[in-house]
């Protein structure tokens, strides 16, 4: 029974923080990379950030970057995103995915958490 439940959506006003968890079971959480995604309205799903097996390295999309942190913590099976200065262009519902690497198995998503940034 895999689950990747997230949680800590909300209101923020824009300047404002926001942090997400994603709580995950029913897999090998160490084995795979993890991401958060967001889709706004009437757009793509877009890949916000990522981060390796054990956290030693991270990657985030330009329009997050220096604004948004991804972390995780193994023993927890729990990845986590926190977002400082929110932007209203930062709306959307986040929702966090599990990466089998090298093609290994399937993947696995969360079903989202909605982030509104309005003043």
């Known amino acids: 029974q895999v689950q990747l439940v997230e949680s800590g959506g909300g209101l923020v006003q824009p300047g404002g923080s926001l942090t997400l968890s994603c709580a995950a079971s029913g897999f090998t959480f160490s084995s795979y990379f993890m991401s958060w995604y967001r889709q706004a309205p009437g757009k793509g799903r877009e890949l916000v950030a990522s981060?390796?097996?054990?956290?030693?390295?991270?990657n985030y999309a330009d329009s997050v970057k220096g604004r948004f942190t991804i972390s995780r913590d193994n023993a927890k099976n729990t990845v986590y995103l926190q977002m400082n200065t929110l932007k209203v262009e930062d709306t959307a519902v986040y929702s966090c995915?599990?990466?089998?690497?090298?093609?290994?198995?399937?993947?696995?998503w969360g079903q989202g958490t909605q982030v509104t940034v309005s003043s």
């Open positions: 981060i390796t097996y054990t956290g030693d390295s991270s």
């Open positions: 995915y599990a990466d089998a690497p090298w093609d290994s198995g399937p993947g696995y």
